[in-house]
Nanobody
Framework: QVQLVPSGGGLVQPGGSLRLSCAAS????????MGWYRQAPGKQRELVAD???????NYADSVKGRFTISRDNAKNTVYLQMNSLKPEDTAVYYC???????????WGQGTQVTVSS
């Protein structure tokens, strides 16, 4: 099993910044990628960004140029730097970890990000 512990999130005004962190622990020998998803009330969960342990990254079009995902493999931690935040970024953000053996996705508890003036 993999445990994911997120930190960060909160209330920020439009144009502000936040940084999310997520540390993985447990059976992580087959960890392949980590990332962030978000879900607004009544909407589907969507990918925000992810990064493989080989440093390949992927971003949602809506956050390109504003968000940056990074990782520290030694700490098994992924970060999401969120700049120029917009009200439409408001959502619960979930940390995700993907393992190969056995094939499975793990999810951390959500952390609320609210962008409002």
């Amino acid at each position: 099993q993999v445990q994911l512990v997120p930190s960060g999130g909160g209330l920020v005004q439009p144009g502000g910044s936040l940084r999310l962190s997520c540390a993985a622990s447990g059976s992580i020998s087959s960890l392949y990628a980590m990332g962030w998803y978000r879900q607004a009330p009544g909407k589907q969960r969507e990918l925000v960004a992810d990064i493989t342990m080989g440093s390949s990254t992927n971003y949602a079009d809506s956050v390109k140029g504003r968000f940056t995902i990074s990782r520290d493999n030694a700490k098994n931690t992924v970060y999401l730097q969120m700049n120029s935040l917009k009200p439409e970024d408001t959502a619960v953000y979930y940390c995700n970890a993907r393992v190969i053996v056995p094939p499975k996705d793990y999810w951390g508890q959500g952390t609320q990000v609210t962008v409002s003036s």
